[in-house]
């Protein structure tokens, strides 16, 4: 059962990749594109977050055991991967602790997913991109302006609207969102300067996916507790589980998949603002799950408070955002 739910999520994913490389033998500017790649690595991202919730509202919370079930799936992508990529050596060392880091930055993941409402999670990523554009600052030679300052104290008015109006959100939780920024922000470096060290895209993702994958997969089993808590999960789990967790696992791989484009196309300081509309997109999302399939409906507050609250204060993100690409 596992294996056949692994190849029907991941079919529509390599058909894609395939197509893809297609298309860049042929010749295709794909560079003149980087505002679809961060599109749709939105789409899949916004995807991934929503079945995500799902999974931690109705079936485990244990962000150990989450993360490696699905290293289960993503390790049988990276194996159909392998033949199509080399060795980087001075890149590998680089690489492999930015996927560490990032790995531990998907345990507070799950733990801020089973706190909040998903789309008021997204709050992480404005954090995240101003984090970014610091970097692309010191590391990348983009610029940084008074404008863009104006911009990050713009984000962090959004975030206290958030904060102060919103309920069943507390500090400790919006700590987590800021943890969870500085945690991505080193993989999402290290990615663009393997890029612009003229790493191959493909390449470049299969190594730093492969170094987090392996990690989600063999870690928990270093730890007796949670190799029992596995052993027990593995018996109980049902077929809704297999398949939702197949699904998140190959919208998250497009989502990696286009922002590898993306970075590599554009600056990363303007890909960050696209990547932005995201909380519009998951809260969109999330209600039409909830409207489709309310018993499995991801945790998300929709009364009319909530949302407009949410709305509101994303909006000052966004504007944010905007400032901080200036």
């Given at each position: 059962?596992?294996?056949s739910g692994f190849g029907f999520f991941l079919l529509p994913l390599i058909l894609l990749s395939q197509r893809i490389l297609f298309l860049e033998i042929w010749g295709v500017d794909w560079c003149a594109m980087w505002l679809l790649y961060a599109?749709?690595?939105?789409l899949g991202w916004s995807l991934a977050i929503v079945f995500d919730s799902l999974l931690v509202r109705h079936y485990e919370?244990?962000?150990f055991i989450l993360m490696?079930?699905?290293?289960?799936?993503?390790?049988l992508f990276l194996v159909y991967l392998s033949p199509l990529v080399v060795l980087e050596p001075a890149w590998m060392p680089l690489l492999a602790v930015g996927a560490v880091i990032a790995y531990f930055g998907d345990l507070v993941f799950f733990l801020a997913i089973d706190r909040m409402d998903a789309s008021v999670f997204n709050i992480a990523w404005a954090i995240l991109a101003v984090l970014l554009g610091i970097a692309g600052f010191f590391l990348f030679g983009e610029s940084w302006t008074l404008t863009q300052a104006l911009a990050a104290l713009c984000i962090l008015a959004g975030i206290i609207i958030l904060s102060y109006w919103h309920r069943h959100i507390t500090p400790a939780?919006?700590?987590?969102?800021?943890l969870l920024a500085f945690l991505y922000a080193p993989g999402n470096v290290v990615q663009k300067m393997a890029l612009n060290g003229g790493v191959p895209l493909l390449t470049m993702m299969f190594w730093f996916l492969l170094f987090r994958e392996?990690?989600?997969f063999t870690f928990p089993w270093c730890m007796p507790r949670f190799r029992r808590l596995m052993a027990h999960f593995i018996v109980k789990v049902d077929f809704t589980f297999v398949w939702i967790t197949g699904f998140v696992v190959a919208t998250y791989f497009l989502g990696v998949f286009f922002a590898a484009h993306a970075f590599a196309a554009g600056p990363i300081s303007l890909i960050a603002v696209v990547g932005?509309?995201?909380?519009?997109l998951v809260l969109f999302l999330a209600w039409v799950l909830?409207?489709?399939a309310p018993l499995y409906a991801s945790r998300e507050l929709l009364d009319w408070q909530s949302v407009r609250v949410k709305l509101v204060s994303f909006c000052v993100v966004f504007v944010g955002m905007m400032l901080l690409a200036v």
């Open positions: 059962m596992g294996e599109l749709l690595m939105v919370k244990n962000p490696w079930t699905q290293s289960c799936f993503s390790m939780a919006f700590g987590l969102l800021v392996c990690t989600s932005n509309v995201q909380p519009f909830f409207r489709i």
